[in-house]
């Protein structure tokens, strides 16, 4: 994905605009704050129905809407029982649009952990590279993810 | 509030706008630089006359520009003293136009703290609700405010 | 720079537009991955030729795309031996064009800082002070920065 990253002056070209640089910010915002509330089942649906989505910490993506909400369910419910609270906090969006109308976006993540009545904290530092779809009903999803942490080698 | 970040599909509403979304951005870059220089009049002066400003630290919401203005000037000379710089990063805003005219945003805010001589770390990770209104001098003001802190219960 | 941040009302002005702000978003966030990446060349070439990076360590401004690009390898050299990755994460984008087309961006940079197989951190809270240029590419190009750190007096 590096490459991506590296040709200049793809926001000259006729796909990129100000209107999806927005749009994709939105969507972000809020998909981030559903993940954020445990509103697994209304996040899962940020993603298309065969999304797949791929960490360092599983040898596998997992993939679709039911494991996706799954997993956010379960970290929900741990937060939750460790007093916990994580806020994920995208920026620096590199957003390419692909001559098809997929949307390849590569973003900073990081992620802020509060204890209730402690501190708060840097968690993760991550990239985040996601494939974006304008669907049928006007929204955006996201169609492909795949999550790096600084942390690892 | 919850509720406001889980009805899907607005930002497909005619009110929402990518003009609007990078006017709103520009407004908080504007606002928090302003708190954070230590301009309290100017800074109470991004909020309407009689906005309120509700924390979970004190048991009513601060009310009016002079009460928020007070508080500002407070805090920057305690940082002063204590050689403190803070810094308040606001990002993942969820912006939603209301029919009438009104703008509800909920965005996460990191205060990240600096010592002189010493290290720089998160101090709070926060959620900020705002209720934005378009002014009759065309700018955008905030008229009420709630922050909550994630390391509160 | 106080003064830029502090006359009100100037994203009204005519020069002020959603579509130069998502643009200088969509800058920062190419010009940022290209630095964290250690891609110091092309980095390099998101400045002017002649322009001047200015700050608080160094006695004089860095000048030049030659003397920026060395002095990202170097740092690209120093954290891949120490086993370290810094992800510069810009936001609160204050944008103020000047008549003559020039845009003064007043921005916050966090540096995040990770070891591999240990933590992520905050590793510097700054402020940005930049000049952007248009250029006859049609590309936006640094032609003075200058940061400060939040822990430095």
Do not use: K, N
Not at 63 to 78: D, P
Not at 86 to 95: A, N, Q, S
């Amino acid at each position: 994905m590096t490459t991506a990253t590296t040709a200049p002056g793809l926001e000259q070209s006729p796909a990129w605009s100000a209107a999806l640089y927005a749009r994709v910010q939105q969507f972000y915002a809020r998909q981030m704050q559903l993940l954020d509330l445990g509103e697994a089942e209304r996040w899962a649906r940020t993603f298309t129905e065969d999304a797949t989505f791929a960490v360092p910490t599983l040898p596998e993506p997992a993939r679709g809407r039911a494991a996706l909400a799954a997993a956010a369910r379960r970290t929900a419910a741990e937060l939750a029982a460790a007093g916990q609270r994580h806020r994920h906090f995208i920026g620096m969006l590199d957003v390419r649009p692909r001559p098809d109308g997929a949307v390849d976006v590569r973003s900073y993540a990081i992620v802020y952990a509060s204890q209730t009545g402690g501190a708060s904290q840097v968690h993760r530092v991550c990239v985040c590279e996601d494939v974006l779809l304008h669907q049928d009903d006007g929204e955006l999803r996201v169609s492909a993810r795949t999550v790096t942490r600084d942390d690892l080698a």
